[in-house]
């Protein structure tokens, strides 16, 4: 199925805890986001990749890391778990297409990860 | 970063009765996309629109980019409109977007 594939889907940490949360897309998009939903509330930028080979970091980078391992994929690390990372984790890629002469930015986002930090 | 408020923050509708969410930022935009969060978590782009009206089926859209609003029309509601509704614009380059907090709909039988 084309789209963005997150794993794992659930995850539960002891605190200072490491790992990493993958994801992938197959819609050839060249720009991928990792984003975090706290209850109540909307979606927060974590890193983004505008491109293969550039990361950037967005509203609330600390305590994680990113790796663009290729066009295709585009990996979230938490290196030592906080509870207040506690959340639930959407990676999102997008690309310029051409519609209609209009062009595209739309998102297409993965299902999630939820993870719980103790 | 730039500010973005979403009216009402929730609302319940019976099946069949048409509604409208606003969206206002504080800051001009290049990108502006609506979502649809599911009661299940799954996140859905309902339309790209940084400026003017569009359309899809019963969902409408309208972006006045000069007056820094959004608008999104919901017509003849169904109980699989129940879910978050979310305003995303985007300022700058790599096609980020900042969300506000959502409007949470329920449609009722």
Not at chain 1, 2 to 29: E, I, R, Y
Not at chain 1, 105 to 111: D, L, R, V
Not at chain 2, 59 to 80: D, G, K, M, P
Request: a positive charge; charged letters at 15%; proline letters at 4%.
């Amino acid at each position: 199925n084309a789209g963005v594939t997150q794993t794992p889907k659930f995850q539960v940490l002891k605190t200072g805890q490491s790992m990493t949360l993958q994801c992938a897309q197959d819609m050839n998009h060249n720009s991928m986001y990792w984003y975090r939903q706290d209850p109540g509330m909307g979606l927060r930028l974590i890193y983004y990749s505008a491109s293969e080979g550039t990361t950037d970091k967005g509203e609330v980078p600390n305590g994680y890391n990113v790796s663009r391992l290729n066009k295709r994929e585009f990996s979230l690390r938490l290196e030592s778990a906080a509870p207040s990372q506690t959340s639930v984790y959407f990676c999102a890629s997008s690309e310029r297409s051409v519609q209609g002469g209009f062009r595209n930015y739309g998102y297409t986002f993965g299902s999630g990860t939820r993870l719980t930090v103790v | 970063g730039i500010q973005v408020e979403q009216s009402p923050p929730d609302l319940i509708l019976q099946e069949g009765a048409n509604s409208t969410l606003r969206c206002n930022f504080s800051d001009s935009v290049n990108n502006l996309q609506w979502f649809h969060q599911n009661p299940w978590g799954q996140l859905i782009n309902l339309f790209y629109i940084p400026s003017g009206t569009k359309q899809n089926g019963r969902l409408s859209a309208t972006t006045v980019a000069t007056e820094r609003y959004s608008l999104l029309y919901i017509s003849s509601s169904q109980t699989t409109d129940s879910g978050v509704y979310f305003c995303a614009p985007g300022t700058g380059g790599g096609n980020k977007l900042t969300f506000g907090t959502g409007t949470q709909l329920k449609v009722e039988l």
